[in-house]
């Protein structure tokens, strides 16, 4: 049974920088793409941004040029790195991963993913 795990939230100043890490166990970490995902009070889950095994990447259009997607795949981790954080930016942020995934990317921003997170806060404020 696959399990990931995101750490790294926090609370941060605006314009500041944070890496979310997600490592996860009990899956052959090659085979799956990685998706972060984020959810603010009142607001539906978003796709952030994801990785196929491979590396291919996407991001969503409001966290362009911000945030950078990597995987190490020798430790089984994805990481999300954050930069000139917004207070739009405050919100649960889970990890996923979906199979098949070494090279497709077609459920990048989809919620029909495999395993999920138990998410980590990022709190952007003055």
């Known amino acids: 049974e696959g399990r990931l795990v995101e750490s790294g939230g926090g609370w941060v100043r605006p314009g500041s920088s944070r890496t979310l890490s997600c490592t996860a166990s009990?899956?052959?970490?090659?085979?799956?793409?990685i998706g972060w995902f984020r959810q603010a009070p009142g607001k539906e889950r978003e796709g952030v941004s994801c990785?196929?095994?491979?590396?291919?990447?996407y991001y969503v259009g409001s966290v362009k040029g911000r945030f950078s997607i990597s995987r190490d795949n020798a430790r089984n981790t994805v990481y999300l790195q954050m930069s000139n954080l917004k207070l739009d930016d405050t919100a649960v942020y889970y990890c996923?991963?979906?199979?098949?995934?070494?090279?497709?990317?077609?459920?990048?921003?989809?919620?029909?993913?495999?395993?999920w997170g138990q998410g980590t806060q990022v709190t952007v404020s003055s």
């Open positions: 990785i196929s095994g491979s590396g291919g990447k």
């Open positions: 996923a991963a979906y199979w098949p995934g070494f090279d497709r990317m077609d459920k990048c921003f989809s919620h029909d993913y495999d395993y």
């Open positions: 009990g899956l052959t970490f090659d085979d799956y793409a």
